[in-house]
């Protein structure tokens, strides 16, 4: 190996490394605001899940697109999305914190659009939806930019969390079934659109 496929290699790891450290502090950030967010829910009796998730139908509840994702019902579902979100999107930063950004704003309006459509009558909070996105982004993403370690955490993610597909099955009480098949919907979108374009060779 020269000195110049060295360097490459040493750039490319460097490069990695400042991504990943990059990628596990905004994850941290978006945990701890949801954290204090449900401390000062809890402290006003739930009242924000009411104000701000997403009311099926309800014009009034569209603005719970943006905000639903932020908010649960206790703190016992915030324990549960908790680490499968701080993995999963963890996972889905390391290519980049603007591409995640765009992904996130994919997965949060298509993902919540499609969960107001078919959530007549309910209120819908929680940051599942944005589990089920990144999921979908992480294993897309391995099949449209053909990365070797986008395949590998791909398969990795796929290996791990498979077992979340169990949440897209309309019969669980209090679920919100909706909102997890079209966070995974929004996720295969996101990977799409954010794809990598291949460059046409030029004549």
Known sequence: MGPSRFDSV???AGS???GALAALLLMVVILAAMWVIEIFDYMLNGSLDAEFGIVGLEPAGLP???FAPFLHHGFAHLMANSLPLLIIGFVAALRGIGKFLAASAIIIVIGGLGTWLTSPGTITVGASGLVFG???????RGLFDRRALDIVL???IGVAYYSILWGLLPNQQGISWQGHLFGLIAGV?????LRRKAISPAY
């Open 134 to 140: 990144y999921f979908g982004y992480v294993l897309a």
């Open 64 to 66: 719970g697109i943006v």
């Open 16 to 18: 990695l490394l400042s």
């Open 10 to 12: 040493k750039r490319g």
């Open 154 to 156: 791909a398969i990795v």
């Open 189 to 193: 979108v996101a990977a799409w659109v």
